[in-house]
C-alpha cells in the first residue's frame, strides 16, 4: 500500500494541508527559544554593543537549524525520541549522566522563566511573593490539567506579541544601509565582556533542552518519513523566526538604548526599545512579552526534563496516566516547578548568578548531546538512507567543534567569574 | 561473584556481572573481553549459545559449550579459537546485549511497556539461560555499578526497604521482546500471549510504541486480536496500522472489526486505499461498512453500528432470548431490543422486560414498551448524549428521514466521543 501512496505527488492545496498538519514542532521549539533568558540576553546586547555583535546571528541560527533538523530527522525516521535513543545506544551510564545534567540545567532555565515572571509582573506593581506562587500553580494547572493542544495554541497566539519589536525597530528609524551592513560584517573583539555576551548569544539560543523537546514533539505528532520535508520547513521556519526575533530585539535596543547611553540595569530600562512603538506604554507591552515567554518556558522545561527521565529509565510517563501509575513522572514535573518558583523567591538571590550557572550547564551538556546526535544521525542501522549526507556532515561538525570550542571557554570563564565573585 | 562450588547445582547471574569480563584461554592468557551474549530465541527460557568477544577492536565469537567455567573471569576449554562472525544474520539468534538490554519490551502480566534494566540468567548444567529481566530500580543501580554502595546505605537506614527485597524481576515467559523477531518456534507462543492481553490494555502498549516498533507487534497479531486492539485505538493510529499490513490481512481484520469501528479506520485512509479495501472485504461486511462510510462521522450516521436485535411484534420472549443468543458474538453491548413491523420501528424490549417476562410464550406486542427517543441519522453527538442521558438508553436507535431503523449508537461509543471532545 506504502508504494502506492508515494506516487501519488500531492498537489499544491494538498502540499498546503500536509505542511499544517505537520507544523509545530519545529515552531513553538522556536517560541520557547525566545525565553526570559533569552530577551534578557539580547536586549543586553544591543544595549551594550550596539549592531556589533548583530553578526553573530546569521552564522547561530545556521547552526541551529542543522542541529535542529537533525533531531526532527531523527524523531521522524525512528519514531523515538531522543532519551530513548540515547539509552538504547549507550547505554545506563551515559543516560544516567545526560540525565543529572539536563535537570540541573532545565532547573537553572525554569528558576531563569520564574525571574522573568517576577520582573515583568513587577511592572505591574505586583510584588514576586504574591505572582510566583500564583504563577507556578497556574502553569502547574495548565499543564496537568488543561488540555495540551489548547495551552500550545494560546502561547502560540501570545508569542505573536514579539511582532512588536520589529514594529518598534522600523518605528525607530535605523539606517537600514548600516543594519543590512551591521548584519553580515564580523567584528571582533578581544575584550572579555564582548567575548561573554556573544558566547552568552550562542548558548542561549541553542540550548540542549530544545533537541530533546523538538525530537518529542515531532515523535508524538507521529510524523511519516513521507513528510519529512513539510518538518524542514518547519524546523527552518521556526530558526529563522528566532532570528528574526532575536535581530530585531538586538537591532532595538541598539537604535534606542544603545543610542542614548542607557545601560540596563532593570526591566523598564529594557521596555524603552519598545517605546518607538508603545510610547509610554512601551514597559507595559514588554512586561507581556516577557511574561508570555517566561511562563511558556516555564511550563514547557519542568514537563520535558519529566518526559526524558521517565522515558529513558523505563518508568511510565505521559499526562494521561493518572499520579499513581506515573509518580516519578509528576513528581519530577512537580518538584522542578516548585523548586524553580522556590528559588526565586529567597530574599537577596544572586539572579544573575543562577542565570550564569544555567547558561554554564547548557554549555556543558551541549556538546555532549550534539556529538551523541552525530552518532545516532551517522547510524546506518537506525536511520538507513536518511542518515547524514556527507556535507551536511561537514557543516554539522564544523557546528559541533565551534560550539564546543565556544562553550568550553563560556564554562572555563563562567566558573572563574563564579568563583571570583 | 561468589566461586562455583562443585556441589552448586546452579546459580543465578546477572548480564551486567558477565558483560566486560576477561575472556581467558585455559592458560590464563587473554583473549578479550566478553561483548555480548548471543541466545537461542526459540526456547521458554532461551539458552546461550556463543559469546561475542572483542579484542583487538575486532568483534569474534566462541559458542557457549567452549566455556569452561565463569569465575571472575571466562575461562575457555584448551585449544578454543577465536572465530569470525557469520556474516549473515542466522534466523532465530537473540543479541542479548544490543537486543533486549535498555529496549522496551511488553509486559504480559502487568500489561504494559517496560525497559529492561538488566538480565538474570541460570546457570546449570553447563548451560547459561535468559531466565528473567530485571525492569527495577535496583537494576539501574546495578548498571551504574553501585550497588553495594547503594545497598548499603539503603539497608543502614531502613532494612526493610521495598527496594532491598523486592527484585523487580519478570520471568523471560512473561515478557515479549518486540524489535527481535520471537523465533518461529515461538511466533504461535507470541500471539498466544499478546491474545491474553486485555484489549484496551494492548491498545494502550501500542499507543505508547514508536512508530516501528508499533508496526512489527501489530503484525504479530492474530486477526481476531489485531480487531479488538484496533476498536480501542484512535482512528488516526488504526489508520496508520491498517496501512502497515498487507491488504488481505488488512481486509480480514476490518470484517472482524464492529462496523462502525472499521467505517471510522477506513474514512481516514486515501480514497484508492479505501475502495481497494473495501473490494478486499467479504459482500455482506463491506456493503455494511460502506453504508456507514456515506455519513460524517462524528453523526449519529458515523457513529452508529447497524448491528442490533430487531424482531417482529408476534415473535415470543423465548424467540428473543434465543435471538440474542444466537447472535450474541456480533452484537457489541446489547440491551435494548427493537420490534420492527413493515420498516417502522414500533417500540422496544429492554433484557430487564425479558427476564422479569412471567412467561416466555408470551408475545413481545404484550410487553413491548415506547421506544423515548430516536435520533435522526445526521443528529450531532451531543443530541445523541442528551437523548441516551434523558431516558437512561444504554443505546440510542436511529432512525432515517422516512423513520426506519438504520442502527443504534451505544453508550460507549457516545462516552468516548464525549470524553474525546473534552
Known sequence: ?????????????????????????????????????????????????????????????????????????????????????????????????????????????TIAEFAGVAASLQIFHVPPWISVPLVALGVWLLVLK???????????????????????????????GEVALAAVTPTFQ??????????????????????????????????????????????????????????SIVMACAATLHRQGISIQTADQAALALAPLAGRYASWLFAFGLFNASLFAAAILPLSTAYFVTESAGWESGLDKKWGEAKQFY???????????????????????????????????????????????????????????RWFNAVAWTTAVVMITLTAYLVATGVRDLVTT | MQPLQPSEKFRFLYFTDLIGMKVVSSEGAPMGRLADLVAVSGEPYPPVESLVVRSAGKLWQVPWSSVESVNGSVRLTPGTALEPIPSAPVPDRLHLGQEILDRQIVDIEGAKLVRVNDLHFLETKGQLRVAHVDVGLRGLVRR????????????????????????ALLSWKLVQPIESAPGRVRVEATKKALASLHPADLAEIIEDLDRHQREVLFQRLDVGTAADALEETSTELATELLEA????????????????????????LPGPTRESLLRAMERPEAAEVAELLEYHPRSAGGLMTPDLVELPPEATVADAFAEVRRRAEELPLVYELFIVEGGQLKGMVTLKDLVLAVDTSLTLTSILREVPATVRDDASVS?????????????????DEFGSLKGMVTVDDILAEVIGAA
Open chain 1, 190 to 247: 578581544t575584550d572579555g565582556a564582548y567575548v561573554a555576551m556573544l558566547i552568552g548569544l550562542v548558548g542561549t539560543t541553542i540550548a540542549p533542552w530544545m533537541q530533546f523537546y523538538q525530537q518529542a514533539a515531532v515523535v508524538e505528532k507521529r510524523i511519516d518519513v513521507d513528510e519529512l520535508r513539510y518538518t524542514r520547513i518547519d524546523v527552518v521556519m521556526g530558526c529563522i523566526v528566532t532570528y528574526v526575533v532575536a535581530f
Open chain 2, 383 to 399: 443530541d445523541v448524549a442528551r437523548a441516551a442521558s434523558k431516558y437512561n438508553l444504554l443505546s440510542v436507535p436511529v432512525v
Open chain 1, 331 to 389: 513528581w519530577l514535573f512537580t518538584g522542578i516547578v516548585v523548586v524553580g518558583a522556590a528559588v526565586v523567591l529567597l530574599p537577596r538571590l544572586p539572579l544573575i548568578r543562577i542565570m550564569l550557572v544555567s547558561q554554564i550547564v547548557n554549555g556543558m551538556l551541549l556538546p555532549f548531546v550534539l556529538i551523541y546526535m552525530l552518532r545516532l544521525a551517522n547510524d546506518e542501522k537506525l536511520m538507513g538512507v536518511h542518515r547524514n549526507g
Open chain 2, 245 to 268: 499490513v498487507p491488504p488481505e490481512k488488512a481486509a480480514d481484520i476490518l470484517e472482524e472489526m464492529a462496523p462502525d469501528e472499521a467505517a471510522d479506520a477506513l474514512s481516514e
Open chain 2, 144 to 167: 551504574m555499578g553501585w550497588q553495594r554502595p547503594v545497598d548499603g546505605v539503603v539497608s543502614m537506614f531502613r532494612p526493610a526497604a521495598r527496594y532491598l527485597n523486592d527484585e
Open chain 1, 1 to 109: 500500500m506504502p508504494p502506492e501512496k508515494r506516487q501519488v505527488r500531492p498537489g499544491r492545496w494538498r502540499q498546503v494541508a500536509l505542511f499544517l498538519a505537520v507544523m509545530g514542532p519545529g515552531l513553538i521549539t522556536a517560541s520557547v527559544d525566545n525565553d526570559a533568558g533569552g530577551i534578557t540576553t539580547y536586549s543586553l546586547a544591543g544595549a551594550q554593543f550596539g549592531t556589533k555583535l548583530l553578526w553573530t546571528l546569521g552564522p547561530v541560527t545556521v547552526a541551529l537549524i542543522v542541529v535542529q533538523e537533525m533531531s526532527a530527522r531523527m524523531g521522524v525516521v525512528t519514531g523515538k525520541g531522543l532519551g530513548d535513543l540515547i539509552r538504547e545506544n549507550f547505554g545506563v551510564r551515559t543516560t544516567f549522566w545526560i540525565s543529572v545534567a539536563l535537570v540541573v540545567a532545565n532547573l537553572a532555565n
Open chain 1, 146 to 176: 488543561g488540555s495540551n493542544r489548547v495551552v500550545e495554541k494560546v502561547f502560540l497566539v501570545a508569542s505573536l506579541l514579539y511582532v512588536a519589536y520589529p514594529i518598534s525597530l522600523v518605528l525607530a528609524k535605523p539606517d537600514w
